[in-house]
T-cell receptor, first 112, second 114 residues
Framework: GENVEQHPSTLSVQEGDSAVIKCTYSDSASNYFPWYKQELGKRPQLIIDIRSNVGEKKDQRIAVTLNKTAKHFSLHITETQPEDSAVYFCAVSFYNNNDMRFGAGTRLTVKP | DTEVTQTPKHLVMGMTNKKSLKCEQHMGHRAMYWYKQKAKKPPELMFVYSYEKLSINESVPSRFSPECPNSSLLNLHLHALQPEDSALYLC?????????????FGQGTRLTVV
């Protein structure tokens, strides 16, 4: 199956700063790259996703960039707020078989 | 309705018990998933059903037995579990088919094996 690596495992930023989380994957046939946020005791929820035919996508304070050649993609959160504190997971899905694998997760802490 | 509903929310079972986890969605999704999540770890893929057929089995021990009775329901039958099987079991669904799309997760069943 797909191998997904995610860094860093923990990230602490000051409120208002930016946060960047990076993931790499191994299978060049992967074509869908979602990011999930999981708060303590809650289910993972999609915050943004990108497909392999797009290099960048933005939704307000959140953006994702994809480099297919290098097989890595990144989550960018600007103007961080305390409520952004959570665990963030990248995921990779392989074309046509609904196989979705998660990275190890990044625990983001935004200090007020 | 973007809900994936899982029952029960909590389950405590002995190692000789048989129990079932249930998952339901009414979004018309044709791909349904079971994930296992241990504390401070990512969700780990167990099974995927695509159009009610088992398409992925990640070498899960036979004490876990999935079932997809129809396109809206997904079950996970548990038998002779071990204490290390204690975890949060998450069900998810997505549209399925060629275009991979967002997976919606249920709130999970927190399983404790004693």
């Amino acid at each position: 199956g797909e191998n997904v690596e995610q860094h860093p495992s923990t990230l602490s930023v000051q409120e208002g700063d930016s946060a960047v989380i990076k993931c790499t994957y191994s299978d060049s046939a992967s074509n869908y790259f979602p990011w999930y946020k999981q708060e303590l005791g809650k289910r993972p929820q999609l915050i943004i996703d990108i497909r392999s035919n797009v290099g960048e996508k933005k939704d307000q304070r959140i953006a994702v960039t994809l480099n297919k050649t290098a097989k890595h993609f990144s989550l960018h959160i600007t103007e961080t707020q305390p409520e952004d504190s959570a665990v963030y997971f990248c995921a990779v899905s392989f074309y046509n078989n609904n196989d979705m694998r998660f990275g190890a997760g990044t625990r983001l802490t935004v200090k007020p | 309705d973007t809900e994936v509903t899982q029952t029960p929310k909590h389950l405590v079972m002995g190692m000789t018990n048989k129990k079932s986890l249930k998952c339901e969605q009414h979004m018309g999704h044709r791909a349904m998933y079971w994930y296992k999540q241990k504390a401070k770890k990512p969700p780990e893929l167990m099974f995927v059903y695509s159009y009610e057929k088992l398409s992925i089995n990640e070498s899960v021990p036979s004490r876990f037995s999935p079932e997809c009775p129809n396109s809206s329901l997904l079950n996970l039958h548990l038998h002779a579990l071990q204490p290390e099987d204690s975890a949060l079991y998450l069900c998810a669904s997505s549209q399925g088919g060629r275009a991979n799309t967002e997976a919606f997760f249920g709130q999970g069943t927190r399983l404790t094996v004693v």
